[in-house]
Every structure is written in C-alpha cells, then in structure tokens.
C-alpha cells in the first residue's frame, strides 16, 4: 500500500512538473481577427430552458446509446453490483474463508505433542530424531584446528 501512495506522489509530481514546463514553452495564439467578430451568449434564458435540458447534450456511459434513462439505470446497478456485492461481500468472504493450509491444525498439533511429552517426561526433541549410523563425521584429523561450537 505504501509503495503504491509513494508511486501516487511521483506521479502527481511528475505531471505538475511537465504542466510548469509545458506552460513556459506553450504560447497562447488568438486566431479571431477582431474582437467583433466572437458570439456573444443569450441574454434571455428562462425557467423552461433549465427544467427541460437539451437530451442532443447527453452523453451516454456505454450501456444504452439509445435511452438516456435505461443508461443511467445499467450504469447504476453495474456499479452498484461491482462494487457492493463483489468489492466490499467478495471481501468479507475472503478474509473469512476457512484454514485451507491448515496453518492452524498443524500448529495446535505441535502444542499438543509438545504438552505429550513434557507429560511423559521424555525430552521434547528426541535426540536419534536421525539414525546415528547414517551420518558420517569428519575425522580429527579432517577438523585440525578448527573451534566446534556446541
């Protein structure tokens, strides 16, 4: 998570540095030959203008290109169901799924033999765990002067 804020910050830095940079070389160039010539905006809006929005400025989200209002709806439940029911459900299943490695059960278990074997009073560890006669040891003469920390 922090990697990812850390990458956040150099890009927001990174962006802001080619915006101060871009504006220092790009010159703004007015095209309109006088000033007459811009449009003005209509003084006269009313009431209607506003209640009833111009349906040509509706842009669609990708789910109907046709119905403005069948649109919103797909785009409300798509979102609805991404991100309530597969985000925020999806996760609480996760984070309590069952032990499938069973690092649990193997870790009780030890605590089990371990309580076993102080009970029997045999050691915890026991030391032929592996066979002595299958391991083959250096000779005193192999190890010479070297120091054997027990």
């Known amino acids: ?65 046709k119905d403005q209002v069948e649109d919103r709806k797909a785009t409300k439940a798509t979102f609805f169901f991404t991100v309530t029911l597969c985000l925020v459900w999806g996760g609480f299943y996760w984070a309590y799924l069952p032990d499938t490695q069973f690092r649990n059960w193997a870790q009780r278990e030890g605590f089990l033999e371990l309580r076993r074997r102080e009970q029997a009073g045999v050691d915890l560890v026991s030391p032929n765990y592996v066979d002595p006669a299958s391991i083959t040891l250096p000779s005193d003469e192999d190890l010479g002067d070297t120091e054997i920390i027990i």
């Open 1 to 65: 998570m922090a990697a990812l804020f850390r990458l956040t910050n150099r890009a927001v830095a990174l962006q802001r540095s080619l915006v101060a940079n871009q504006a220092a070389v790009v010159r703004a160039i007015n095209t309109s030959p006088k000033k007459d010539e811009t449009i003005t905006a209509p003084t006269s809006l009313t009431t209607e203008d506003f209640a009833n929005p111009n349906p040509k400025n509706w842009q669609s989200y990708g789910f109907d290109y």
